[in-house]
């Protein structure tokens, strides 16, 4: 017996196709739509049997928020997540979620296919690989970077990072200018720059952020930076 489905993906030309195929084997495709605002609210309406629906980013916050919605307001649908290869954080949020499966944006039809009637069934529809790796990173969780760090440290120029080791260590305008060898008036352009990148109103505050999220212990000594050409200095 067909599986009463919808198919939620980015990719329109992708839901569309894949929901074709589907319905070439029997099933009864309900809709097939890109998300948007309005995805959870179709899927809660039709109240399908199975909800297959896609993701390029399954790791990225958020990007479970309309399974969360679904399971919460029709527990009864069961959610399969169509996605690339995830990483162990990216299948375990899935599930938390309360997705029923996870299956990748590369399965063949009939692998899709398996997915969808055994979440029907009430079965966790995942490759025993992707649920052995998930597994093995919630009993041994890896040492993780600071995501934040690392984007702060990416906005910033060589010479800004300098600046911001020396503004944390307590480093007035002139000593700034004084060890990197340029003008105070170019020392404080580029204090100012720091903080209206990082979006701050002192020094105190950029420094207080820097320890936070551990930029300071990925910008190297002091120093390094101003070895980089910068059009700026």
């Known amino acids: 017996m067909g599986v009463r489905l919808m ?3 980015d990719h329109r030309l992708l839901a569309e196709a894949l929901a074709s195929a589907l319905k070439l ?9 890109a998300p948007a605002a309005g ?8 109240a399908p049997e199975v909800c297959l629906i896609g993701t390029a980013t399954p790791a990225e916050p958020g990007t479970f928020d309309p399974v969360l919605r679904i399971k919460r307001e029709r527990p009864q649908v069961a959610v399969v997540v169509l996605g690339p290869v995830p990483s162990p954080r ?7 979620a309360g997705a029923a499966g996870y299956v990748r944006h590369d399965e063949r ?8 009637m055994k979440a029907r069934a009430g079965e966790a529809a995942v490759a025993p690989a992707l649920l052995q790796g998930a597994f093995s990173e919630l ?10 760090g690392q984007r702060l440290l990416q906005m910033l120029t060589p010479r800004e990072v300098e600046v ?4 944390a260590d307590g480093e007035d305008t002139r000593l700034i200018a004084a060890g ?14 720091v903080l209206m990148k990082l979006g701050v109103g002192s020094r105190l505050e950029a420094a207080a952020l820097a320890a936070r999220t551990g930029l300071l212990d990925r910008a190297g000594p002091v120093g390094s930076a101003a070895d980089s050409a910068d059009p700026d200095s």
């Open 7 to 9: 198919v939620v993906d």
């Open 25 to 33: 084997r029997g099933h009864r495709v309900l809709a097939a739509a």
């Open 39 to 46: 995805a959870a609210e179709l899927v809660i309406s039709r």
């Open 90 to 96: 990216g299948i375990a949020a899935a599930f938390a």
């Open 109 to 116: 039809i009939e692998g899709v296919e398996r997915a969808l």
């Open 139 to 148: 009993l041994n969780p890896a040492a993780q970077p600071d995501d934040e």
């Open 164 to 167: 911001l080791v020396r503004v």
């Open 180 to 193: 990197m060898g340029i003008a105070p008036s170019t020392a404080r352009t580029h204090v100012q720059r």
